[in-house]
């Protein structure tokens, strides 16, 4: 199979969606890697790394999306890149359709085979492609959340350890998840006062159990948020339902309840966001303020680690990757998982959520 890597264009995204290593898998086992110029700078792989490995470099997109029967890429494609698609294609990515109309329907439009990483499952009813991004964005969610808490920031001006003598900052973490996990491992380890919010009895006393008692495990209603909301310094919105838009968990009036210059980042904007007042923003402009609160909502988080996520990403996806390669659609037939992971076939959306959350004719 003819494998095509274009570069990344999503606003400062500097991943890449096959690193050198998984490109001599592919080419060790007969296949063709078709990668644009440029596509590795992010992580520090140049040219002439992919050409070590057998890969073959295309002078710009327009070349990889004419020459390969399976682009993989990182991010959903931009509409530049939708409207190179073909129906012969398969696209592998990250895709969060539920909320983004215009993309699901250029991708029914252009015809293309789509398959999600984020709803690839395994037989733990894990989300194995999505779960090494959620660890890196938990984690940053802490460490940008508590950049922006400094006054500098625009936030209140809190150190979220504290030092001897004074309070540490209260984090919020809502959704005990592969996110929210990682996110309260990272506030601990700070020395922040935390609290973490499920609706799974099992999951907090899981998290009760590996955190053993350095944290506070609540049950997830309307009234316990609220009550976290009035003495919370960093909010973490961390809620996922695979494939489907975010629940709307934090309301434009809760804003009020909240301390001024508090942060809510919201890690679920990729699905459309879990807070009311949030909306998707850049590593090039990351925050805005709504009634006195500061709004992390930046879309690509992990796209500021590029080499960290990258191959953490790619440990995941290359499995799935080489089994396409070697047996193109087939291999969704012989891998329930995978087959999780279709969400546009034949100008069709076939996933579920996403038809639960668009309709099976999407409207702008």
């Not at 799974?200 to 009760?208: A, E, G, K, Q």
């Not at 949030?278 to 090039?284: K, P, V």
């Not at 639960?356 to 999407?362: K, Q, S, T, V, Y």
């Amino acid at each position: 199979m003819r494998i095509g890597v274009p570069t990344e264009i999503k606003n400062r995204e500097f991943r890449v969606g096959l690193v050198p290593d998984s490109v001599k898998e592919l080419t060790a086992r007969g296949h063709s890697v078709l990668v644009q110029s440029g596509a590795g700078a992010g992580i520090g792989s140049d040219d002439d790394a992919y050409r070590a490995v057998g890969a073959e470099i295309a002078p710009d997109a327009a070349a990889v999306f004419a020459n390969s029967d399976m682009i993989v890429k990182v991010k959903e494609p931009q509409e530049v890149e939708w409207k190179m698609l073909r129906s012969d294609q398969i696209l592998f990515t990250y895709l969060h359709l539920a909320p983004d109309p215009a993309q699901t329907i250029g991708l029914m439009e252009s015809g293309c085979t789509a398959i999600a990483y984020e709803t690839v499952t395994d037989s733990h009813g894990g989300l194995p492609l999505l779960a090494p991004m959620s660890e890196v964005a938990g984690r940053l969610s802490i460490i940008e959340g508590g950049y922006f808490l400094k006054k500098t920031g625009g936030g209140r001006g809190l150190l979220l350890s504290g030092v001897p003598g004074t309070d540490p900052a209260n984090v919020v973490v809502i959704g005990g998840g592969v996110v929210g996990t990682n996110a309260a491992k990272l506030a601990v380890g700070i020395g922040a006062n935390v609290t973490i919010l499920d609706r799974s009895v099992p999951r907090l006393r899981y998290l009760d159990d590996v955190f053993n008692g350095t944290l506070t495990t609540k049950f997830s209603t309307g009234k316990a948020i609220e009550d976290a909301l009035a003495t919370a310094d960093l909010v973490v919105g961390a809620v996922l339902i695979p494939g489907a838009a975010a629940p709307r968990l934090v309301r434009r009036e809760h804003l009020g309840m909240m301390r001024p210059g508090a942060v809510l980042c919201d890690v679920a904007i990729d699905q459309g966001g879990c807070f009311e007042t949030s909306r998707a923003t850049t590593h090039e402009d990351p925050v805005y303020n709504v009634d006195g609160i500061v709004h992390y909502c930046v879309a690509n988080m992990p796209g500021s680690v590029p080499l960290t996520s990258s191959h953490a990403l790619n440990n995941a996806t290359l499995p799935f990757t080489l089994a396409l390669a070697d047996k193109g659609l087939k291999a969704l037939d012989e891998n329930p998982h995978l087959m999780e992971g279709l969400n546009v076939k034949d100008g069709k959306i076939v996933h579920p959520a996403v038809i639960e959350a668009l309709g099976e004719n999407p409207k702008l």
